[in-house]
């Protein structure tokens, strides 16, 4: 069982920036990939970051030059630095790992909004 527990979301002004944090805990394997999806009203989940353990990283066609994702591999915490945010860019943004098995955070709100 692994536990993700993640903070940081909150209201922001279009432009504006957020960091949001994901720390996992319980049965860890050493090999993983942890990052990060949202979900909009209506819409489907899609992916925004992701990041191996050994550093590789992936992410959405949406975000990419304006996000970036970074992990502490000792606290097995993963970021997402959020910049140049747009009023599209709110959703539910939900840490995701995968390390054999696959578990999901709860959520976080992201609002951009004037």
């Known amino acids: 069982q692994v536990h993700l527990v993640e903070s940081g979301g909150g209201l922001v002004q279009p432009g504006g920036s957020l960091t949001l944090s994901c720390a996992a805990s319980?049965?860890?394997?050493?090999?993983?990939?942890m990052g990060w999806y949202r979900q909009a009203p209506g819409k489907l989940r899609e992916l925004i970051a992701q990041?191996?353990?050994?550093?590789?990283?992936n992410y959405g066609d949406s975000v990419k030059g304006r996000f970036t994702i970074s992990r502490d591999n000792a606290k097995n915490t993963v970021y997402l630095q959020m910049n140049s945010l747009k009023p599209e860019d709110t959703a539910v943004y939900y840490c995701?790992?995968?390390?054999?098995?696959?578990?999901w955070g709860q959520g976080t709100q992201v609002t951009v909004s004037s």
């Open positions: 319980g049965r860890i394997f050493s090999i993983n990939v």
């Open positions: 995701n790992y995968r390390g054999g098995v696959e578990y």
């Open positions: 990041m191996t353990n050994s550093g590789n990283t």
